[in-house]
């Protein structure tokens, strides 16, 4: 677990918190590290969780046996895939590599026009402002156009996290969800 209890305390409150609003949390599957608790915290407050592991990972990642559903997949790029297919927006807790790699991987769809889900960093105790740096740096010389950098939103808070993910989903509203409610 991380040294800094603020990114177990955002991960906590983030899971409540989505559980509390309705919306189905779907991750990558394991029961440790941060998504574990984002994950144990949904469904404490009674909320639907969905995990999605590859086979494989299940001696390396301990896969959570209490979910609401987990789907075994045979690599990593299913699990990418079903993820995504089951989601309407991503919020980036802070993370190492495979977060690093799954945020790129997210908004390049996005950036390429494949999808308009949003994208939403929670930078607990400033986490990603190094990133946040590096991309603001590759707009300034000329290496990313402003509205693809736009594609990812930085927020502070889990519940400014879902406040978002609400505010960039106006297409959930038309199918009788109120954004509130994403």
């Avoid at 603020?6 to 983030?14: E, G, I, T, V």
Wanted: aromatic share 4%.
């Amino acid at each position: 677990m991380p040294a800094d209890p603020a990114y177990s305390d955002a991960a906590k409150s983030l899971g409540a918190l989505v559980a509390a609003a309705g919306i189905d949390l779907v991750y990558g599957g394991g029961s440790v590290g941060l998504m574990g608790e984002v994950a144990d915290a949904a469904l404490k407050a009674g909320g639907r969780v969905v995990g999605v592991i590859p086979v494989g990972l299940f001696s390396v990642e301990v896969a959570h046996t209490g979910l609401t559903e987990l789907h075994q997949v045979r690599s990593m790029h299913e699990r990418k895939q079903l993820m995504y297919d089951l989601s309407d927006g991503f919020i980036a807790l802070p993370g190492g590599l495979g977060t690093l790699e799954e945020l790129a991987e997210v908004t390049t769809w996005a950036q390429i026009g494949l999808h308009a889900k949003p994208v939403v960093l929670l930078d607990v105790d400033g986490f990603w402002d190094h990133l946040v740096a590096q991309l603001d740096k590759m707009v300034s010389v000329g290496l990313l156009k402003a509205e693809n950098r736009g594609l990812i939103q930085r927020v502070s808070t889990p519940p400014a996290a879902l406040a978002a993910l609400a505010a960039a989903t106006p297409r959930r509203a038309a199918t009788g969800i109120a954004p509130e409610e994403l």
